[in-house]
């Protein structure tokens, strides 16, 4: 798991090559022009779009990916993301490989992350991460998850 601000993902690229074309899209990205919905950026990558209004944790469950890296990005506003490793879970899980992810909330300990406008957190594969929790009120929030092929 990384975490930092959007004006530092340059230094990441090495972590995954598509981390360049993350921030070429970036670099052409209009936030005050944003539009939900999935965009194809490559064979390896596309991004989604998302504007929701962010919920108590406990109303969320965890999720955790084994195809895909999800590179999660606040274009505005700011939420509450849970972290938690794949020991937390400590058991066999079962991915819906149509979507690529499995869901629960059957986790022993995780930490709690707090991303403001402008930062973005990679989750990589068998790390569970529950996005979308609300600080304090419900917010509205205005997200790009961009889904690397790992």
């Keep these: 798991m990384i975490i930092d601000n ?3 993902l340059e230094k990441y690229e ?28 490559n064979e390896n990558l596309f991004a989604s779009c998302q504007s929701y209004q962010t919920l108590k944790a406990e109303d969320k469950e ?18 509450r993301m849970d972290f938690a490793t794949k020991e937390s ?4 899980y079962k991915i819906d490989e149509d979507g690529d992810f499995f869901l ?5 300990s995780y930490s709690k992350l707090f991303l403001n406008e ?11 991460h529950k996005p979308g ?6 917010k509205e929030v205005q997200k790009i998850v961009f889904k690397i092929k790992a």
């Design 62 to 79: 965890f999720e955790v990916h084994e195809k895909y890296i999800d590179l999660q990005y606040i274009v505005t506003s700011s939420e």
């Design 14 to 41: 090495k972590v995954h090559e598509q981390i360049k074309s993350v921030v070429k899209f970036l670099e052409n990205f209009d936030k005050n022009n944003f539009k939900e919905g999935r965009i194809d950026i």
């Design 118 to 128: 402008g930062d973005f957190a990679i989750f990589f594969p068998g790390e569970f």
């Design 89 to 92: 879970y400590g058991k066999p």
């Design 6 to 8: 959007i004006k530092s």
């Design 133 to 138: 929790c609300s600080l304090e009120d419900n």
């Design 104 to 108: 629960t909330n059957d986790i022993k």
